[in-house]
T-cell receptor
Framework: GDSVTQMEGPVTLSEEAFLTINCTYT??????LFWYVQYPGEGLQLLLK?????DKGSNKGFEATYRKETTSFHLEKGSVQVSDSAVYFC????????????FGTGTRLLVSP | GAGVSQSPRYKVAKRGQDVALRCDPI?????LFWYQQALGQGPEFLTY????????KSGLPSDRFFAERPEGSVSTLKIQRTQQEDSAVYLC??????????????FGPGTRLTVL
């Protein structure tokens, strides 16, 4: 079945450091790919998405590129801030049928001043 | 505008009790999803509604779990005879379109269920 694998956390960085959170997927066909973020005490919210190969999703300085050849969707940010501390979830939906999300286990990011 | 709301935010139940969890989706959203999130894990799909029709319930873990959306708006997830393994955060999400793999799902804050 479909699955998403994320790097384990926590990822601990200093402010202004470069961030990469790895995400790979297994799915039939051509899924759509998403990054969701969960800030402390808040609900899940969409960070960015890409719906076809080579698409780049971006938002709030975060970027991820849909790489079909490596089945990856790694999240990157050039300079993290303390306010980026949160749990990040990579997810996919199939492009047929109902769009239920299949999530990875999440990666906690801790950014210190 | 108002987002997805869920109530109660926290629920403590004794093993064997029945519980009902409510979800108010964003007005006008056709699709509604329930997910279960165990501690330290990603959310897992439970069931999907398109308006009032429950089109997919493949993720419900047992026949003790039941969901409904009778008028195509508010939804209730009911768990009968709760067990300790039911302890989790239950998330509701809604999206505007029906059966669109690219449409954004908007999540509520969740209901944290603890079964003692």
């Amino acid at each position: 079945g479909d699955s998403v694998t994320q790097m384990e956390g926590p990822v601990t960085l200093s402010e202004e450091a470069f961030l990469t959170i790895n995400c790979t997927y297994t799915a039939t066909g051509y899924p759509s790919l998403f990054w969701y973020v969960q800030y402390p005490g808040e609900g899940l919210q969409l960070l960015l998405k890409a719906t076809k190969a080579d698409d780049k999703g971006s938002n709030k300085g975060f970027e991820a590129t849909y790489r079909k050849e490596t089945t990856s969707f790694h999240l990157e940010k050039g300079s993290v801030q303390v306010s980026d501390s949160a749990v990040y979830f990579c997810a996919l939906t199939r492009n047929t049928g109902f769009q239920k999300l299949v999530f990875g286990t999440g990666t906690r990011l801790l950014v210190s001043p | 505008g108002a987002g997805v709301s869920q109530s109660p935010r926290y629920k403590v139940a004794k093993r064997g009790q029945d519980v009902a969890l409510r979800c108010d989706p964003i007005s006008g959203h056709v699709s509604l999803f329930w997910y279960q999130q165990a501690l330290g894990q990603g959310p897992e799909f439970l069931t999907y509604f398109q308006n009032e029709a429950q089109l997919d319930k493949s993720g419900l873990p047992s026949d003790r779990f039941f969901a409904e959306r009778p008028e195509g708006s508010v939804s209730t997830l009911k768990i009968q005879r709760t067990q300790q393994e039911d302890s989790a955060v239950y998330l509701c999400a809604s999206s505007l379109l029906a059966q669109s793999s690219t449409d954004t799902q908007y999540f509520g804050p969740g209901t944290r269920l603890t079964v003692l």
